[in-house]
């Protein structure tokens, strides 16, 4: 009442005389007391609304995610996944070194130093090449050097590449889904007071939220091909601890040594004349 019904109200039921506790009857008073209410369950269902099209939102990047997640949890065609992955970081690389048609703008000493950072590779292009190169065609070449070095991976460690791949895949996956959960939620607290700007809440929770889910996947190849191509295989010692056999408990009774008994300090005195003396 006193959001929806103002000062309006209680200007009426002052002026006619209305206590605390009264049965409200006058039919202005009971007019403006409904329209009140319409106004409250009207805001109600604005908020439902909005909170089912935000939940909208979310649960198509949820279905995409777990989408992703069920692939590589099946595991079929994993090495299809990862350079798949790399055909997005190679787009990255290219926008990051390589953004404009003409090669002399284009950062080949940084886009090896990368290369050489992630696959242990770098370009072998000549100058002339590189100048009658197209974008296209230095793509390829990066594809290349992931590839091989790809390639190389699965000859030395064969089968348990195939199970490292797969953790890294979901352990990173699982990390940034939970983190852009995190980041939605922060988004939907304050995305509302967008409205006082005469900005339409829903429509600018689906432009932040669609923001967020591209920087989110992103974030993911970039660190996905990081791991994939850098992690090395350490052989370690097997450390064997010497374990010292339990010592066992003497459970033997000690015969009780006689008075007229020869000392067992070996004095040839008897017992009693001896250590025995003061007992």
Same mark, same amino acid.
């Given at each position: ?94 926008? %990051?070194?390589?953004?404009? %048609? ?17 696959? #242990?590779?770098?370009? $072998? ?14 793509? %390829?070449?990066?594809?290349? @050097? ?5 390639? $190389? ?5 064969? #089968? ?52 967020? !889910? ?14 994939? !191509?850098?992690?090395?295989?350490? #052989? ?26 020869? @000392?067992? @300090?070996?004095?040839?005195? %008897?017992?009693?004349? @001896? ?5």
């Amino acid at each position: 009442m006193r959001l929806f019904g103002g000062e309006r109200i209680k200007f009426m039921m002052e002026r006619f005389g209305m206590k605390d506790g009264d049965e409200i009857s006058h039919p202005l008073v009971t007019k403006a007391i409904a329209n009140a209410q319409r106004k409250v369950e009207a805001m109600h269902f604005d908020i439902r609304k909005q909170l089912l099209e935000f939940d909208s939102v979310l649960d198509k990047q949820r279905k995409t995610v777990y989408s992703l997640r069920q692939r590589i949890l099946e595991g079929k065609e994993l090495k299809k996944e990862i350079l798949g992955i790399v055909e997005n970081v190679i787009d990255i690389l290219l926008e %990051k070194y390589a953004s404009g %048609k003409d090669p002399q703008g284009w950062d080949i000493v940084s886009l090896n130093t990368y290369l050489e950072r992630i696959v #242990e590779r770098r370009l $072998e292009i000549k100058e002339d090449d590189l100048l009658r190169m197209k974008r296209e065609d230095l793509g %390829k070449e990066i594809a290349q @050097c992931f590839l091989s070095s790809y390639e $190389e991976r699965e000859r030395e460690m064969k #089968e348990e590449f195939y199970h490292i791949q797969k953790f890294i895949l979901l352990t990173v996956l699982d990390n940034k889904w939970r983190n852009h959960l995190y980041e939605l939620d922060h988004l939907k607290e304050g995305i509302t007071l967008r409205a006082y700007g005469q900005k339409d809440p829903v429509v600018e929770y689906k432009r932040e939220s669609f923001r967020l !889910f591209e920087e989110m996947l992103l974030s993911y190849y970039e660190e996905v091909v990081e791991y994939i !191509f850098r992690f090395k295989v350490v #052989e370690g010692r097997r450390e064997v601890r010497r374990i010292e056999p339990r010592r066992e408990v003497s459970t033997r009774v000690k015969k009780k040594i006689g008075r007229n008994d020869p @000392c067992p @300090c070996g004095s040839g005195k %008897k017992y009693k004349k @001896c250590c025995g003396r003061n007992l």
